[in-house]
């Protein structure tokens, strides 16, 4: 083979790019910034209870997880403790009460718990942050979520302006209403 000087560096430069790719192959994609696939799996199930799909999408489907994950990570980085100590928390507690996971558990199950996390109830010494303090930030967090703006994680696709048939924003700072 005679490879002129041309064909040859662009064989090079296309072999080394090539190796500089093949470690970022090798990785698992995190799919979270802040918590871990089970941790993001409880506060999906307890977000999905505070705002359940009927005819239109809940937590779960508005992508609600993200904004709370991208918020805890860039704006609200001392809630990070609270998030996976409440969570640990919680599924030490539903393993010694119920035998199952928070997530697993029976929707009417999950709702109660959560009932009981919001009047402070749950008197354990399992839980190593207050569950009312953290049942309390994952409501405002999840509200925030579902209700605010796409682009800062949650409210995919505006499944809240849907709801609640208002026009999608154009243009920043222009909101038509429908009467």
Same mark, same amino acid.
């Given at each position: 083979?005679?490879? !002129?000087?041309?064909?040859?560096?662009?064989?090079?430069?296309?072999?080394?790019?090539?190796?500089?790719?093949?470690?970022?192959?090798?990785?698992?994609?995190?799919?979270?910034?802040?918590?871990?696939?089970?941790?993001? +799996?409880? *506060?999906?199930?307890?977000?999905?209870?505070?705002?359940?799909?009927?005819?239109?999408?809940?937590?779960?489907?508005?992508?609600?997880?993200?904004?709370?994950? @991208?918020?805890?990570?860039?704006?609200?980085?001392?809630?990070?403790?609270?998030?996976? +100590?409440?969570?640990?928390?919680?599924?030490?507690?539903? @393993?010694?009460?119920? +035998?199952?996971?928070?997530?697993?558990?029976?929707?009417?199950?999950?709702?109660?718990? *959560?009932?009981?996390?919001?009047? !402070?109830?749950?008197?354990?010494?399992?839980?190593?942050?207050?569950? @009312?303090?953290?049942?309390?930030?994952?409501?405002?967090?999840?509200?925030?979520?579902?209700?605010?703006?796409?682009?800062?994680?949650? +409210? @995919?696709?505006?499944?809240?302006?849907?709801?609640?048939?208002?026009?999608?924003?154009? *243009?920043?700072?222009? !909101?038509?209403?429908?009467?």
């Amino acid at each position: 083979m005679n490879y !002129n000087r041309r064909e040859f560096i662009k064989a090079a430069s296309i072999l080394s790019g090539s190796l500089l790719l093949l470690p970022a192959c090798s990785r698992p994609i995190k799919r979270y910034r802040v918590f871990t696939e089970q941790e993001a +799996n409880c *506060l999906i199930a307890m977000c999905e209870q505070i705002v359940p799909a009927d005819e239109y999408l809940g937590a779960a489907e508005a992508g609600v997880i993200y904004y709370i994950d @991208k918020q805890t990570d860039l704006r609200f980085p001392n809630e990070r403790e609270l998030f996976c +100590n409440g969570v640990a928390s919680l599924q030490a507690w539903c @393993k010694e009460n119920h +035998n199952q996971l928070f997530e697993t558990l029976a929707l009417g199950t999950q709702n109660e718990i *959560l009932q009981s996390m919001e009047r !402070n109830e749950i008197n354990s010494d399992i839980w190593t942050v207050s569950p @009312k303090q953290f049942f309390d930030t994952l409501l405002m967090r999840t509200m925030q979520g579902f209700y605010g703006p796409p682009r800062h994680g949650g +409210n @995919k696709n505006y499944a809240s302006f849907r709801m609640m048939r208002l026009d999608y924003p154009q *243009l920043v700072g222009q !909101n038509r209403y429908r009467a």
